[in-house]
């Protein structure tokens, strides 16, 4: 966790950030992660029960850094924290969600961190499982930056930050469809970087390694012990870890930084 | 026709000679995208945002694919209730 001198020191105070995939894991890690920083949130997931949950946390922290800067708790924390609960692979609904943020005053930074992980051997892997991969890790990143970087236009740039993988760089057996998913995203990121630099736009990717998320559940205890014996700090990383990587990227600090994809990954080795 | 309705023309004048950043003397319907150096893909990013903000609407991606000239632009406008 940052200390509070050093979130300050980020400057990221009254700037608007989205989160997708925000109810929990590394998306909740960074929603906590923002909100010390003082970031007004908009957070996107699927369970409206789990956003629920993560804003009454993110409220108390939103008073705590009121507290220790001498400023009053706030009425209601409409304009600090707003959550939407959709499946961004609803177009119409992702369409009303960037919609309804115009009309707040648009956005500084999107974090695409919502993912799906289906691992199949290739023999098995039916055509709904490309899709539904493609659909969340892919096209609904895709969608999201068509968006969210015309509103950061109106405010003179901002940062998109991408959630890939340390399986988009290296592969992995079983997880051909979701690496080749955040490969296209990596792909992306690179591409739009080009693209969006004269809007003010930076645009970069974060590719975790193993971080101790509800989706690692997903993987068998053979392929989780193949990675870790890849690990150079031979641990699993923490969703914290991500999310201070993201703050970076977020803030100035990288402001001559866009196209990368970082490895947040203890240091594989293959 | 409300006042706002009324202005409608100017501020998409506005718009255009801003985003591509050309005299409003060279905007009329018939100026089509990629006639000119200065509306090229960057500059109608630039445009749509623009426009977007202006009118506060969002845009659907057909429709900033299909704005291929002012005129088509004012046409598209009219299905987001911005009369002209």
């Not at chain 2, 000119?36 to 500059?43: G, P, R, V, Y």
Request: with cysteine.
């Amino acid at each position: 966790m940052l200390n509070f001198k050093l979130d300050q020191s980020l400057q990221l105070g009254g700037k608007k950030a989205i989160i997708t995939g925000a109810s929990q894991g590394i998306g909740a890690a960074m929603a906590k992660a923002f909100a010390r920083a003082g970031v007004n949130l908009v957070l996107i997931a699927r369970t409206e029960a789990k956003l629920q949950e993560l804003v009454q946390e993110l409220q108390l922290i939103y008073d705590r850094e009121l507290q220790q800067n001498g400023e009053k708790e706030p009425d209601d924390y409409t304009s600090k924290l707003s959550f939407f609960a959709v499946d961004l692979t609803d177009e119409g609904a992702v369409k009303k969600i960037f919609s309804d943020i115009a009309t707040l005053g648009g956005v500084d930074i999107l974090i695409n961190n919502a993912g799906k992980m289906t691992p199949k051997p290739l023999a098995f892997i039916k055509s709904e499982d490309i899709q539904s991969q493609f659909e969340i890790n892919t096209f609904a990143v895709i969608r999201c930056c068509q968006y969210a970087s015309r509103l950061m236009i109106r405010n003179g740039g901002g940062s998109i930050i991408n959630i890939s993988s340390m399986l988009g760089e290296y592969g992995q057996q079983g997880q051909s469809i979701y690496s080749a998913s955040k490969a296209a995203v990596s792909g992306l990121t690179r591409s739009l970087a080009q693209e969006l630099a004269s809007y003010q736009i930076r645009v970069n990717s974060i590719a975790p390694g193993i971080i101790n998320t509800p989706l690692i559940s997903t993987l068998s205890n053979a392929e989780k012990e193949q990675i870790l014996a890849r690990i150079a700090l031979q641990r699993l990383g923490k969703p914290e870890e991500v999310a201070n990587t993201c703050l970076f990227l977020a803030s100035d600090w990288s402001s001559y930084i866009t196209g990368q994809v970082i490895d947040v990954d203890g240091g594989v080795h293959f | 026709m409300s006042q706002s309705e009324t202005n409608n023309p100017q501020r998409l004048m506005k718009v255009f000679s801003q985003s591509l950043a050309i005299s409003e003397s060279q905007i009329n319907d018939d100026l089509e995208y990629n006639s000119i150096q200065q509306w090229d893909s960057t500059a109608h990013m630039a445009l749509v945002a623009q426009l977007e903000a202006e009118f506060n609407i969002m845009l659907d991606i057909d429709d900033i694919i299909d704005m291929s000239s002012v005129g088509k632009c004012k046409e598209i406008l009219k299905k987001y209730n911005v009369e002209f």
